[in-house]
């Protein structure tokens, strides 16, 4: 694996060096994990003339989700507790004789970039930009192989939920539970944090458990993640609970059910950003319920939840083989509930067997 993090590296570096810069300093805990196999509370990266380093406050490796830095990598600790890495590392660079050094300014504060230059006069600092951001679009196997892993965790832990009693119980206590279940089943932990929303709350994005009780004839909507080694996917479902299921509510999940199809069907190397997003609105526009879609119908995920790319109708770019995304429309209903589906997949050309469905819990309208 040391290959893999000193090609990451290596890419980066030619990125700066086309733009002029010798040095940088990585400070976004994700992008230090993407580089550095670990990000340790605190730590950044030095990519450094002479060599790279990862300065820590603390000794990493204390808590084990957080991995073990990458052998390739010196480790440079700080001697006294409470002092800034990224200060300590600025004056690395320059002991090092860089004379510019690249930083994440979209994830430094003023004061903290202040600090840089104080302890580095002579140091002009640039700005890295999107960089590493970039770099993260595409994922490898192993990557691919930790989210694959991790559906299975969250496919499993949903299931588990089903084949209990609902009726009474709040939405606070079984988004708890199912956060318990994806611990149990090896996860990290939940990638954000659970929604389960029942009766007149389903549909809705990003809703947060509240202590309504779920009802008979509720639809129940469930949005869960499991982070495994740092790596997290996503996925939604909508039940009716306890009876048959309304006639209204067969409608409206029908037809969110079509516009995810369309979405995951559109999604292949080369497809534009915008286009699986209007994949997905043209088939709730012509039910007349596109006004109900969120700003954006799906977004990478990867080592945070929501990356790039997203999947939205200003979105540029088009898609490239072995990025994972989700694809989660949902109609919102208020006064009513709604339907949310949401799946995270990678796109695959059409040789390999089209996109890759990672996270596979039946997606039919149950009773439960």
């Known amino acids: 694996m040391s290959e893999v993090y000193a090609n990451r590296r290596a890419r980066l570096r030619e990125r700066c060096n086309a733009a002029g810069t010798a040095a940088a300093l990585v400070s976004r805990p994700a992008n230090v994990r993407y580089l550095a196999a670990t990000a340790p509370q605190d730590a950044v ?27 390739g990598l010196r480790l440079h600790v700080l001697p006294s507790p409470g002092g800034d890495a990224a200060v300590a590392a600025a004056g690395l660079a320059a002991a090092q004789g860089a004379e510019s050094l690249a930083v994440e300014e979209h994830h430094l504060t003023v004061t903290r970039h202040r600090a840089l230059s104080r302890v580095a006069p002579r140091l002009r600092l640039t700005g890295l930009g999107a960089a590493v951001e970039q770099l993260r679009v595409v994922k490898d196997e192993e990557e691919i192989s930790c989210l694959r892993i991790g559906a299975e965790i969250a496919d499993q832990a949903l299931g588990e939920l089903l084949e209990s009693i609902l009726v009474g119980r709040t939405e606070r ?23 389960v929303a029942a009766g007149p709350h389903s549909g809705r994005r990003g809703h947060r458990p509240t202590d309504r009780r779920v009802e008979e004839g509720d639809f129940l909507s469930v ?14 479902r909508t039940f009716v609970i306890g009876t048959s299921p309304a006639d209204w509510q067969v409608e409206l999940y029908d037809l969110v059910f079509a ?58 770019g088009k898609l490239d083989a072995c990025v994972p995304v989700t694809v989660e429309p949902g109609v919102h209903l208020p006064g009513r509930g709604g339907v949310r589906i949401d799946d995270t997949l990678v796109v695959r050309p059409e040789a390999d067997g089209g996109p890759e469905l990672l996270t596979i819990t039946t997606k039919e309208l149950l009773a439960l």
Request: charged letters at 25%; proline letters at 8%.
């Open 259 to 316: 516009a995810q199809r369309a979405g995951r069907e559109a999604l292949a190397p080369g497809a534009a950003h915008r286009d699986v997003d209007r994949a997905v609105r043209q088939v709730l526009d012509c039910a007349g319920r596109a006004e109900a879609l969120p700003p954006l119908t799906g977004h990478g995920v990867g080592l945070e939840i929501d990356e790039d790319p997203q999947l939205a109708p200003s979105a540029m």
């Open 223 to 236: 949005c869960l993640g499991a982070a495994y080694r740092g790596y997290r996917c996503e996925i939604g």
């Open 173 to 195: 206590h079984l988004a708890l539970e199912l956060e318990r279940r994806l611990v149990d089943h090896g996860a990290d932990g939940s990638a954000f944090p659970t929604s």
């Open 45 to 71: 990266l030095l990519l450094g003339r002479r060599e790279d380093l990862l300065v820590c406050a603390v000794p990493p490796g204390e808590r084990p989700a957080e991995g073990w830095p990458d052998e």
